[in-house]
């Protein structure tokens, strides 16, 4: 059986999404523009929703955490997406981490404009 649960910041409401395969679940989180959060705000918002979204998942299931988000500088928009997979102990450890791809993805992105 397997289940999954999308979380818009802006929102702060899980929404089920797709079943994917067997024993594995699907987390997305689409954090919208960017540009005018800090580092701290995202870091925060990314670990946020890993910790709620992952208390009381079953450490041996896989998960799947999918984090978007986009930059807009005038008429450009750059969209980033970070997905990170495995066990679900290993993904709700490494909230930070997956933040730090996150904010290295915006930065260069950045960088492009």
Same mark, same amino acid.
């Given at each position: ?19 994917l ?5 699907l ?6 523009? !960017?540009?005018?959060?800090s580092?701290?705000? $995202? #870091?925060?918002?990314? +670990?946020?929703? !890993? ?6 998942? %079953?450490?041996?299931?896989? &998960? ?7 930059? #807009? ?14 066990? &679900? +102990? %290993? ?6 981490? $997956? ?5 290295? %993805? ?6 492009r404009?």
């Amino acid at each position: 059986m397997g289940s999954a649960l999308s979380v818009n910041a802006t929102e702060n409401k899980a929404l089920p999404m797709e079943r994917l395969a067997q024993q594995e679940l699907l987390f997305a989180l689409d954090m919208g523009d !960017l540009i005018n959060k800090s580092d701290a705000t $995202i #870091s925060s918002e990314i +670990s946020s929703f !890993l910790d709620a979204a992952l208390t009381g998942v %079953e450490a041996e299931l896989n &998960c799947k955490v999918s984090v978007k988000g986009k930059v #807009s500088i005038g008429v450009a928009t750059v969209e980033i997406t970070v997905e990170v997979s495995g066990p &679900c +102990s %290993e993904i709700k450890s490494q909230g930070t981490q $997956i933040a730090n791809q996150v904010l290295s %993805e915006v930065k260069m992105a950045l960088q492009r404009k």
